[in-house]
């Protein structure tokens, strides 16, 4: 008691009450942009009796992108795209929303991840051979089956899951792939959190990194190449917080990949390492001249 403590609620109300509350020293927040703004504008009010600024730990959203080269593995690049884009139901701040392909694998890559899509096991999250289970509530529902519907004004429906008929208890969508989107579009740039993909092409590899790079956040992203040089500018080029060579893009392991983003995914502070247990800490210097 006191040290952990479990206090169930809406979050508009009880976390409100407690990033407000003068008693409260540091706020560790994940969710959306929209909220996580507004908890920086709260917490950085100065009310009676609070004699500290609070630390404010924010982390948003993220509209991540995984390039797939000229060269690279194809069959790595599928079984990675379906874990990182529909497992939780894409419902991961860092999952993968849109991907970007090169000339060379674009026809390839599309016909082998439609036959994945397809397959795809959809069903309950507890059930083990489940691969895709339902998003968290109907409003959420609805707010992805519209996106999917302006996705489809926005670009070609390259495959949409059938949610099987005995899915009625929860609230299911199935994995959806919309090919042939523009970089520019709404679909490609805000954050849908759902299972759904943009499929965007590029005309090379330097364009397929400014086309990652062009949105509003910075959180994770991919490349599967096998080009040392591509590799390398990756490395150098690619704006994010977690970049992922040859893997999926989510599932980031504590103490060895560092978990944050920065631009509108958050404040940039690194969870799952050393250096996070600082933002809830005072430094202090002692010197002493004996």
Known sequence: ?????????????????????GGVRVVAFTGSETVGTQVIQSGARIRPRQSYIKKLIVEMGGKNALVVDDDADIDGAVQAIIESSFAFAGQKCSSCSRLITLPGTHEALCARLKEAVESAVIGPAD????????????????RINEYIALGRSEGELLVQAQVPSPCQRGYFVGPTLINNVQPGARIAQEEVFGPVVAIIRARGFSHALDIANNTRYALTGGLFSRSPANIEQARRDFA?????????????????QPFGGFKLSG???????????????DASCLTDNT
């Open 267 to 281: 404040t940039g502070a690194k969870a799952g390492s050393p250096d996070y247990l600082l933002h809830s800490m």
């Open 1 to 21: 008691p006191g040290v952990v403590n479990y206090l169930p609620g809406a979050g508009e109300v009880v976390g409100r009450h407690l990033i407000e509350h």
């Open 240 to 256: 994010v917080g977690n970049l992922y060579i040859n893997r999926r893009i989510t599932g980031s392991q504590v103490d060895t």
């Open 127 to 142: 059930e083990p051979a489940t691969t895709v289970g339902p998003v968290i509530d109907g409003a959420a529902q609805k």
